[in-house]
Nanobody, 123 residues
Framework: QVQLIESGGGLVQAGGSLRLSCAAS????????MGWFRQAPGLERELVAV????????YYADSVKGRFTISRDNAKNTINLQMNSLKPEDTAVYYC????????????????WGQGTQVTVSS
């Protein structure tokens, strides 16, 4: 059974930073692009950032460009999401996900999902 295990969520004040991590099995990590999605109460889930299987390509939602950085740690089969200059509107449950599709900006193409970790940014 494939598992994506997120960690690093929590409560932070506006302007602060958090780092999310997602550990995957070696098989998934080496063959899939990995992404972070988030879902705020009452809103649809949205794509936040993606890093390709090779790590050569990344994608960011406009709302997080310049503040969030996604990276891969190949030695640990882990992806990280460094979130800086956090805003109250970043408050959401953040999900790690994996896709073997070329169309890694399409949510429906994601095969595997983590259970989510809560990020709360207070004003």
């Amino acid at each position: 059974q494939v598992q994506l295990i997120e960690s690093g969520g929590g409560l932070v004040q506006a302007g602060g930073s958090l780092r999310l991590s997602c550990a995957a099995s070696e098989r998934v990590f080496s063959t899939h692009s990995m992404g972070w999605f988030r879902q705020a109460p009452g809103l649809e889930r949205e794509l936040v950032a993606v890093i390709s299987r090779s790590g050569a390509n990344t994608y960011y939602a406009d709302s997080v460009k310049g503040r969030f950085t996604i990276s891969r740690d190949n030695a640990k089969n882990t992806i990280n999401l460094q979130m800086n200059s956090l805003k109250p509107e970043d408050t959401a449950v953040y999900y790690c996900a994996a896709t073997d599709s070329y169309y890694y900006t399409v949510e429906q193409r994601y095969n595997y999902w983590g259970q989510g970790t809560q990020v709360t940014v207070s004003s």
